[in-house]
């Protein structure tokens, strides 16, 4: 049964005989002062309109960024290259948001995720011991002609961004840590919208018009416009907040329906994505990997590959090959690997 969010009664998460059966914790308490780590996807007008949102709901938090366009967390962890370091994380933060590149796969392997966002979860809490950390999902690019490979793509990837984060947790519990990371699903969050916006009426998005749902909510084929980072920030604050959202003061530049219709969208996928979802095994997410994603991951991303011509096609085939041994790997090679 499809559910008003675009969850269906199977989705997100896949097998789920070979979960656990933890759920992720809510927030601890809901932020007044936020810091996000991230690139051109949590830049403006993404942190403006979540403290519109905290706004709404009749709250003041303030938010201090550090986006460098296009970089990875590796990146903004690189003591070497001053331009993408971040400034010094404020020591009275009560929340990081810290965004991984959209291109999930290659930031596992080549980036090393989940070594990096460990990084940059211990130097937040590092200045800010009873601090909360969270990893906002990065959403790849869409394609109008083809925006249901895309929804299909973003369900498909939400189980990974989770697996990145249990796989940092279980390196926190190893060392006798109680503090863990959650995560913030924008971007399934973003492709059950279009979903649902191509499907019915979605007042101030888009009356089951799939072209109109993603001119309303994306600038090109990846920038959120106000609209899409509005609902962006109605799904964090849904995840960082208490309740619902009601509307205490307009959003300015945002479609007055929208604002209505949105807030209990945003709402409610958050609810049931709560209940939906259960932290996979690692031998679960190293399976869903090599059985699944990884096909789908480069089928999805095949065209940035042949435009590189027989070159890109050869690389193409030898990353399906080796990524898939890589995480069926029983070594520290394997990003996923636990014992």
């Known amino acids: 049964m499809m559910l008003a969010t675009g969850l269906t009664a199977s989705a997100p998460f896949p097998d789920a005989q070979n979960m656990t059966t933890g759920k992720a914790a809510p927030p601890t308490r809901v932020p007044s002062h936020i810091f996000i780590s991230g690139h051109s996807l949590t830049e403006r007008p993404y942190p403006e309109m979540l403290a519109t949102v905290f706004a709404q709901t009749g709250q003041t938090v303030r938010i201090d960024t550090a986006n460098r366009f296009g970089t990875s967390i590796k990146d903004r962890l690189a003591a070497t290259n001053p331009s993408l370091s971040p400034p010094t994380v404020p020591n009275h933060a009560d929340t990081m ?14 980036n090393d995720s989940v070594q990096s966002l460990r990084a940059m979860h211990d130097r937040f809490i590092a200045e800010n011991p009873t601090g909360q950390s969270f990893l906002f999902t990065a959403w790849l690019g869409v394609d109008a002609a083809r925006a249901g490979r895309w929804i299909e793509f ?7 961004w989770e697996c990145l984060a249990r796989r940092v947790n279980m390196t926190l519990e190893a060392d006798g840590r109680t503090d863990r990371i959650g995560v913030i699903p924008t971007a399934l969050a973003l492709a059950n919208l279009v979903a649902m916006a191509s499907a019915v009426h ?7 018009d799939a072209d109109r749902a993603l001119a309303t909510l994306f600038e090109d084929d990846v920038h959120p416009t106000p609209t899409g980072a509005y609902y962006a920030a109605l799904v964090t604050h849904a995840w960082l907040g208490k309740g619902q959202s009601p509307i205490e003061q307009p959003a300015s530049g945002i479609p007055l329906a929208a604002q ?18 259960q932290p ?4 679960a997410c190293r399976d869903y990997l090599r059985q699944e994603f990884i096909g789908q991951y480069l089928r999805y991303i095949r065209p940035t590959y042949a435009n590189q011509g027989l070159k890109g096609q050869i690389q193409w085939f030898r990353h399906r090959v080796e990524w898939a041994i890589l995480f069926g790997r029983n070594s520290p090679r394997n990003p996923f690997f636990h014992r």
Request: glycine share 4%; hydrophobic share 50%; aromatic share 6%.
């Open 154 to 160: 973003e369900r498909g990837a939400a189980p990974v």
């Open 202 to 208: 979605v007042p101030g998005v888009a009356n089951a």
């Open 280 to 283: 996979m095994s690692m031998q």
């Open 97 to 110: 948001i810290v965004a991984e590149q959209h291109s999930l796969i290659d930031n596992l392997v080549w």
């Open 260 to 277: 209505q219709s949105l807030p209990p969208i945003a709402d409610r996928f958050v609810r049931e994505y709560r209940l939906t979802m």
